[in-house]
């Protein structure tokens, strides 16, 4: 079955750095586009991210531009969201998906 697992978040100060990684199995990953999303509580879920199956195509919203940057390795099946100066304002739960599936989400905590 399709799974997508989300790592590497957590507690950071402000101006530090995070890179999220989201391991695919069960589908064909190299042919699919693949977006980070993220979340907070009374929030609606926030796309970030989209990268393009072979990886030459990113959008990156514009509230974190200059700062995210997304990757992927199609050999590994995974997705990257590298996550340089961060601020208190990206505080949020982090999702991958892709093909209409999503991961369980990884916390980032950016705090003094």
């Known amino acids: 079955q399709v799974q997508l697992v989300e790592s590497g978040g957590g507690l950071v100060q402000p101006g530090e750095s995070l890179r999220l990684s989201c391991a695919a199995s069960?589908?064909?990953?190299?042919?699919?586009?693949m977006r980070w999303y993220r979340q907070t509580a009374g929030k609606e879920r926030e796309l970030v991210a989209t990268?393009?199956?072979?990886?030459?195509?990113?959008t990156i919203v514009n509230s974190v531009k200059g700062r995210f940057v997304i990757s992927r390795d199609n050999a590994k099946n995974t997705v990257y969201l590298q996550m340089n100066s961060l601020k208190p304002e990206d505080t949020a739960v982090y999702y991958c998906?892709?093909?209409?599936?999503w991961g369980q989400g990884t916390q980032v905590t950016v705090s003094s």
């Open positions: 069960g589908f064909a990953f190299s042919r699919y586009s």
């Open positions: 990268i393009s199956s072979a990886g030459d195509t990113t």
């Open positions: 998906s892709g093909l209409a599936y």
